[in-house]
Structure formats: C-alpha cells, structure tokens
C-alpha cells in the first residue's frame, strides 16, 4: 500500500474543504490515488468535497489575440502571483497570443521559435522567455493554445487575467459577447447535454450510486425503511440528467436573466454559437514541488549561464 504522507492529505484538504481525518481516510483507502481520493470525498461528503476545479494552484496568465475571423487563446504559467502582475510577463503573453493568431505554429516548441524580441532578448520568443527567466528570478512557460481561422466569428472575454474565453458564432455581436462572459463565470464542459464527454458522466453516474449506497448504509444502520431498487436508481438517473443541464451552455440558466436559458436567449436575438473554448489558469496542473523547484533552478542558471 502506498504511504500517505502529510504532504498528500494538505494537498487534499486544499482541493475539497473537507476535514484533515477524513482526508487521510480517504487517501488510505484510494491507495494514495488523489483523483479516487477526492470521488471518495465526494461520495461521503456532497458537495462539500466539490470544489477541486476552482481551487487552483499554478500560476500565470491567460491572453486573447482576436484579428477577424482569426484567433488564439494561450495560456502562460509562472511560479507566484507577484510574477502575473510584472509588465514584460504579461507583454510576453500578449505578444504570444498575437504569434499564434498570425503565424499559425504547430505547437508550443513552434511557438518558441518564432522571431520575437523584448527587454534586449530574442531573436526568438523561446529566447525570450528565457531571458526573462533570468531577469526575474522566476519559471515561466507556455502551456497550451488553441488558435482560431474559418468562417465564423469570433467573440473574446478575459475576467481579470486567470480566465480567458473564446466563442465561435454566427449572429449578434453583442449576445456573443454576452455567452463568452456567461461561459467565464459559470463554466459549462459542453454545448448541449448530448456533447459531455462521457467519461464525466460515468464518473458523476458513479459519484451518485457511491451516495446512494451510503445513504441506504445509514439506513439501514438507523432502522429506518429502505428504499427500492427501482427507486433508487431513478434518483441516480435524476441526478445524473440534472448534472448534464448544470454543465451544458445551452441548458443553463442565463447569467443576465436566469428566467431564460442560454438557449434560449440565443434564439431570440437570432444567434448560433457553433463553439466555446475555456482556458482557466493552472487548470488540471498537478505540481511536483521538488520536481518544479528543480526544473526553476536549471531553468535559472541555464538562462545566466547563456
């Protein structure tokens, strides 16, 4: 069995909320699994446990380029939140997302090798990134971008520098950019119920028969009536069917008026989104403390060294 340590039961707790013993519970009985870990919490504990996606710990920024029908959303990590706020940093970024909206690059390492100067360092982006490394004592890198190009339009939405969103549409200007800020604050996984990627629903399917059996556990234990089988199960489906509309961007309740659907507001002002793409900073990162603060320190000296 592996060893739980305190490091793994902090990192835990930070995820969910939830108390320090049942962390480590749950942890000893996922085997150290973090992921089965937290479904465990979840399972046991409701919502309390749910928070896993807004509790984020890399650092950085993500940045918009919009030119037409062409686009790029990028995202740029660092190590603290001091490093988000420097000028060059976040010039970096923007001058990247602008890179990839013109030029088009495969991935990250084209993007690096793309001619770009800043702050007395080039000729490449890549050469820049590493200069500035040097320059402000801090790790910084290109994670990921999606770049944007054919026949509809494109409508951007950046709430502060940690969450950035592009939407694709045919229609009203001013309703798209209304869906980019909705999809910000309320970050649906999908368009409608039928394009959730399935593995989430099996693990909100799983979630659900996990508190089902708790509940009827508890039950039991009380002497009270057990439900039935088939009851039990359409409150698994219920749950599941209500998840969907709670993740879906034509489902959900509309940010500026929560008596339409987005849906439906899209229909009244004539407009069809064909896209969204979400980028939250940090998002899905797993970070390796000894790993990252190795990497930092080469990074460091490779860049004073060159």
Do not use: W
Not at 127 to 149: H, P, S, T
Request: glycine share 8%; with cysteine; net charge neutral.
């Amino acid at each position: 069995m592996a060893a739980i340590t305190a490091s793994m039961v902090a990192e835990l707790r930070a995820k969910t909320d939830a108390p320090m013993m049942e962390c480590k519970k749950a942890l000893t009985e996922a085997e150290g699994n973090m992921d089965k870990a937290e479904e465990i919490l979840r399972v046991k504990l409701g919502n309390k446990a749910g928070k896993a996606a807004a509790r984020i710990t890399a650092e950085g920024v993500v940045a918009a380029s919009i030119q037409g029908s062409t686009g790029a959303l990028l995202e740029v990590n660092c190590e603290t939140d001091f490093v988000t706020k420097n000028e060059s940093f976040i010039a970096m970024a923007r001058a990247a997302a602008e890179l990839v909206a013109k030029k088009n690059p495969a991935d990250v390492a084209a993007l690096g090798a793309l001619p770009y100067s800043q702050d007395g360092f080039g000729p490449t982006l890549e050469d820049v990134r590493k200069g500035l490394v040097g320059k402000i004592g801090e790790n910084m890198g290109f994670r990921r971008f999606k770049r944007f190009a054919g026949d509809n339009k494109l409508a951007s939405y950046l709430h502060g520098t940690r969450i950035g969103v592009v939407v694709e549409y045919q229609g009203d200007d001013a309703a798209a950019k209304d869906v980019a800020m909705h999809v910000a604050a309320m970050k649906p996984v999908a368009l409608t119920s039928a394009d959730v990627p399935k593995e989430l629903i099996e693990k909100e399917r799983s979630v659900a028969m996990g508190k089902a059996a708790e509940d009827r556990k508890a039950a039991e234990a009380a002497g009270k009536p057990v439900q039935s089988d088939e009851i039990v199960n359409k409150r698994i489906e219920g749950g599941v069917q209500k998840y969907l509309k709670e993740v879906s961007l034509f489902d959900q309740p509309f940010v500026k008026n929560d008596k339409q659907t987005v849906g439906q507001m899209l229909k009244a002002a004539n407009t069809a989104v064909k896209g969204f793409t979400l980028y939250v900073v940090g998002e899905g990162i797993e970070k390796k403390v000894d790993d990252f603060a190795a990497e930092v320190a080469a990074q460091v000296a490779a860049a004073k060294g060159g």
